[in-house]
């Protein structure tokens, strides 16, 4: 990473794998309405029957998860409001017992869902099975895993039965540096300090080869044996898939007066540079198409820590904060995985050859879901690198402010304070064109709009009056040709150029003032 060459002296070293993830397992007949009904004629449940059906299933949930509390010796409580830290209150309770390791307690609470119902149909006269919002008992298993560390399982005691597991990898990091012998300084989910990063990485790099379906199965009847016998006499296995990943790369600064100095210009960069087009970028997708401006948001909100700065797009996201003091956390957060490829057989037939298909988000995809993450912190990193410069603001626009030679022929400087020139700028500064460089087409349409609309001929002039510009950004060392290919990519002098350039003009005066002071 670009960040990384740039400030090694002052950064200790990087870590990148998952974080905190969701995992939720799924009885597949019972998780629709018309799996259900599928279900229920094979194992002839008519639909007046439905209800007492459920709830002795319920009864047998419950009871066996009570009965494990009962075995595990801990706690089963009974929480009158779903709204209660549940998470803060399980650590309470490992604290004040001294649990280190192994199962916590247990919760009970209401809380809403959808779930089937039999309901009757004024207009046919007949009873039918919907699915619809309700209310029904959760049961939260809290433990701190051998393997995983501290995280929970979540069953819902009414049909469909799902289940929900909340690991993270940063605590399953934490129990193998401890079994390797790593030294390391923890706050919270992260780590300021590690004595060996490289090896650290690779024990991550490890934690990708888990085989997660076991996993999961093992934690879920640990907390409610019952489970298998949900399905009787078909018993399938739950299907599971993660929900919610957050992949976090955390690039360690060897003191947090170094990462002071240079979070405040990161956060203003990511504000002013990272537009909408340039957050899909950095999200894999190559353009707006199929999406509303209201879909793509940018925010920031300012923590204890700091200031967070996020962007969104289709509920997938990419943000940057400090923690800790001395960590700079490039994270993204995956919960549509439509929008991104694996390659794999198609669903339909295996028999088909392997190719580019939408990801899903069963565990099986998993894998290629943190390689798109990881590539999205990347570019994202990438793109900050350009943010701090160690340069003067005159030193680094002088020489493409000024008039070149080049090849007997006399070149005009660029003037960031003239309307067109300043349109040039701003395109070059677009995160989306410091990460994969842009074409004549690209920037013809941005610098004359009205070209999309115009004849053959006039189309051409917009081109040629372009193309003349692209020209003059390569003579002064801006941009550079893609070899084979038609495109333009910036060089590290017109990433330097653009980005200080178009970030000072967007200051108002007041703030060029506190920064001058």
């Not at 199962?103 to 809403?112: G, L, R, W, Y």
């Not at 295996?350 to 990347?378: F, I, T």
């Not at 002088?398 to 070149?404: E, F, L, P, T």
């Not at 390569?474 to 070899?483: N, Q, S, T």
Request: glycine share 6%; hydrophobic share 35%.
């Amino acid at each position: 990473m670009k960040l990384m060459e740039l400030y090694q002296n002052k950064i200790m070293g990087a870590i990148s794998g998952l974080d905190r993830i969701r995992f939720r397992g799924t009885l597949r007949w019972l998780a629709s309405q018309s799996g259900l009904a599928s279900f229920m004629s094979h194992t002839h449940i008519l639909l007046k029957d439905f209800s007492g059906w459920v709830e002795r299933l319920t009864a047998q949930v419950r009871d066996s998860c009570q009965s494990q509390a009962t075995d595990l010796g801990i706690e089963m409580r009974y929480l009158n409001s779903s709204g209660v830290d549940k998470e803060k209150l399980a650590r309470q309770i490992a604290v004040d017992k001294g649990i280190t390791e192994g199962s916590i307690c247990m919760f009970s609470v209401v809380e809403p869902c959808i779930a089937p119902m039999v309901k009757g149909n004024k207009a046919s006269k007949k009873l039918e099975l919907v699915m619809a919002p309700r209310k029904c008992v959760f049961v939260y298993h809290y433990f701190d895993d051998p393997e995983f560390g501290f995280g929970h399982v979540r069953i819902q005691s009414w049909v469909p039965f799902n289940i929900f597991i909340c690991l993270n990898g940063r605590h399953w990091l934490q129990r193998q540096m401890d079994k390797h012998g790593i030294g390391y300084i923890k706050d919270g989910n992260c780590f300021p300090w590690i004595e060996d990063v490289t090896a650290a990485q690779a024990l991550l790099n490890e934690q990708l080869k888990t085989d997660w379906p076991t996993m999961l199965n093992r934690l879920s009847l640990g907390s409610c044996p019952a489970l298998p016998q949900v399905l009787r006499p078909l018993r399938p296995d739950y299907y599971w898939s993660a929900d919610e990943t957050e992949w976090a790369t955390d690039i360690m600064f060897k003191s947090v007066e170094d990462l002071d100095v240079l979070y405040p210009s990161l956060v203003h960069h990511a504000m002013r540079v990272s537009d909408s087009s340039s957050v899909m970028k950095y999200l894999g997708r190559r353009s707006l198409v199929g999406y509303a401006c209201k879909e793509v948001i940018s925010d920031y909100r300012k923590r204890y820590e700091g200031i967070r700065v996020k962007h969104r797009v289709n509920y997938n996201s990419v943000k940057m904060y400090n923690k800790s003091g001395s960590i700079l956390r490039i994270e993204t957060t995956v919960n549509n995985t439509r929008d991104f490829k694996v390659f794999r057989h198609p669903d339909d037939d295996k028999g088909r050859p392997a190719s580019w298909q939408k990801m899903r988000k069963g565990v099986s995809d998993l894998h290629r879901r943190c390689q798109v993450s990881q590539q999205c912190n990347e570019r994202y990193t990438d793109a900050l690198a350009t943010a701090q410069v160690q340069e003067k603001l005159k030193e680094v626009a002088a020489s493409a402010c000024n008039k070149i030679v080049k090849d007997g022929k006399k070149y005009r400087g660029l003037n960031p304070w003239q309307q067109e020139d300043h349109l040039l700028l701003m395109f070059l500064a677009k995160g989306e064109n410091a990460i994969n460089g842009f074409r004549n087409h690209d920037l013809c349409k941005w610098l004359y709009p009205e070209s999309e609309q115009a004849g053959k001929d006039q189309q051409k002039k917009y081109s040629g009056r372009t193309t003349r510009r692209i020209k003059l950004l390569r003579v002064h060392g801006l941009i550079r040709k893609v070899p084979r290919a038609n495109r333009y990519v910036l060089t590290e002098k017109g990433q330097k150029f653009s980005c200080s350039l178009m970030t000072a003009s967007a200051l108002d005066i007041k703030a060029l003032t506190e920064m001058a002071a």
